[in-house]
Structures are given as structure tokens and as C-alpha cells.
């Protein structure tokens, strides 16, 4: 009898686990099927439109009432020297309206650089391991109007767990020190979106998720993926007189790109109007490109080289098959082809006209690149 009881709870469970497991194939199968109907629903939301980013020409600054239109107000700008808050920063210094007090690690080499533009400098070190120096950032969130903040721009190599618990630290303290105006710099949420796993989104997307439900002044400025990540991590390799980018899953779709360092007139903007950008989520792109394009956009810079270009087109699942491959890459371009909405580029002009499109950052970087590429002439 128990034999028989055993062979039914056995049976029953592993019905369960194959019907589950049926269940996430049927579920990934429809993504990848409508995954353009994905993409254009995923544009719906809170996001700031094109049409109330047309009505900020013509709004004055307004100050909060519980604030001296004398006093300056402090922001608090966390990553620098990263390109983000280092954009930021520089947008801001000008302004009379603030004081810019910027956050650096220990051992930051660019701290006399950005003191020098009048940008106040505060030490914290944080580390891959052991506790945030809480009593350290209260004494840096003193006085402190508004913040900018960027995770896992201080250190790339930050792990997402430790990045998640920064970024909600400091949400936290927000919350407590009731500050008024919070800029987060995030990016879409992968796995809620596609169900596939990616460390470099998708910490960023909890820390989003936990702020809003804490009820912060919020506002969020969701990325796309930056040219400075494209170009270093697509490097060719050299076959015969080719050079070749290997390892790319194909896709014919375009997808969102813009340089991280053209947001600090956006946040500086941001921080001016707080009346209209508060419980917003602003979607920026500045370009849209494809693989093919990528890949003409180097031969036309670089044309004097007389380097052929391609690259090898790899399907998901050739992809897979090779553990040598890039899969955070991998990851990243399938969601921006298949899955990421597809944003206004007009958003960004409205916000900030003096843009850079990718054509303009590879020429302005071509000499970078030639070292970066190891490019010789054929």
C-alpha cells in the first residue's frame, strides 16, 4: 500500500515538473514569436511623451515653496568619475541655482579635477565586500536637496547582489533623510521582460522596483545600450587581411543606442523642473542601428585602412553551444533587437539638442579605437 502511495506522489510530482517545465518552453516560444508586439507594447507606460517634452520650452523654473529662492540647493551626484555622473556633474557645476557635492571612491585619481570646476568632493569607499559606511554617507546626504544616482558605475566589476544592496541603501536613506528630488539612471528590467537572466539590467530593475514602492520623489531615466559598451566589447579579431567580429548572435533588427555622457543637461533640466519630471520615467535614445550597420559604420571610418570588415552570424543556438561566447552580449543584444521598446529619438533632442549620433563617436574616436582594435594597414 505505501509502495503504491509512493508511486502516485512520484508520478504526480513529476507530472508537475513537466507540465511546469512545458509551461516556460510554451512561454518562451510565444515571446519569440511576438516579440514585435512585445516591443510595441512595451512602449505603453509611464513614460514621459514627446508631447509633455514639448511643453518644457516653454515653463519657467519653479521653486519649491518651502525653499528660499536665494538658497542654493545641494545635489548629491553618486559614480563619478563615471561618464553618467560625470555628465552630470559638469551640467550642474554652472547653474547657480546648486551646489554640486560629488561622491568618489577611495583612491579616485580625477578628485582634483572636478574640485577644481567647484564640484565638492566626498571620499566613500565601497567595496566588493563588507559593510556600506552608513554613518560616512550620512554625513555626505547632509543638507542634501536632491540626488543623482548611477549603481555599479563606481566599480564595473561590482556584483550584482552587492550593487542591489548599494542601490537600495541608498534608496533607503532617501526615504529617511526625505529628500526631495531623487534621479535614478536605470535601464530595462531583462528578466521581467523576457524571463532570461542578465546581471548588468537587472539589478538595476530591482533597485528601480524597490524605489518606486517605497513612494520616493522619484524620477527615472531608462538607457539604452551605450556606445562605449558597444565598442568594447565587439572587437574584432584579425583573419588574413579581414577583421573579423565574432561571436554575434544575427539579427537584421535595430536597436537603441546613445552615449551615457550626453544626460546631464536631462538631469540638470530635471532638477530645475521638478513639477513636471517627478514620478516620471523618460525613455532616452539618441541613434538606432543594426549589426550590418555597425559593421559599414566601421568600414567608412576607417576606409583609409583598406581593412575589410564583416562578421560571423551566429544563431541563438550556435550561440549557446560555444560557453567561450559572450552570453551577457549575447543576452543584451537579443532583448534591445527583440524585446526593448523602441523609443523616441525626438525625446533626446527635446532634452538635449547638442547630442552625439554613432557615426560622430566613432570618427570622434577613431584614433581610440585603432589602438582599442589593434587595427594595421593592409
Sequence with gaps: MLDQNAEVILSTVHSKI???????????????????????????GA????EEIARLSQLEYTHDEEESCDMKKTILVW????????????????????????????NCPEVARFQQMGVESEIVEISEKGPI?????????????GVFFVTNDIDPLLPMRREMEVGVKLAEMCERLRIKHVIYSAVDFVYRITGNRCSRYDGKGEIEYQMKGMGLPLTVLKLPLSYDYLVNTL?????????????????????????????????KLAFERPNIFIGKTIGLTVDRIDINKFVQLMTEVFKETKIDWRYEKLSWKEYQRDKKNNRELATLLDFHCNYAPLRDVRTMQALNPNVQTFSEYISANQKRLTKLFKLVKT
Excluded: C
Excluded at 516556460?24 to 508586439?37: D, E, G, H, T
Excluded at 559606511?133 to 536637496?145: A, E, Q, W
Excluded at 539579427?251 to 552615449?259: I, Q
Design 18 to 44: 513537466m507540465l511546469k517545465h512545458s509551461l516556460q518552453i510554451l512561454s518562451l516560444r510565444l515571446r519569440q514569436k511576438f516579440a514585435s508586439v512585445i516591443r510595441m507594447s512595451n512602449n505603453h
Design 133 to 145: 559606511p552608513i554613518i560616512k554617507l550620512n554625513n555626505v546626504f547632509r543638507d542634501v536637496y
Design 79 to 106: 559614480g563619478l568619475p563615471g561618464p553618467q555622473a560625470s555628465s552630470v556633474a559638469i551640467a550642474l557645476v554652472g547653474n547657480p541655482l546648486f551646489t554640486v557635492r560629488g561622491i568618489f571612491n577611495k
Design 235 to 267: 572587437i574584432p579579431t584579425r583573419q588574413g587581411s579581414d577583421y573579423v567580429f565574432t561571436g554575434i548572435v544575427d539579427s537584421k533588427l535595430d536597436f537603441d543606442v546613445m552615449n551615457y555622457s550626453d544626460i546631464g543637461p536631462v538631469v
Design 47 to 50: 513614460e514621459l511623451s514627446i
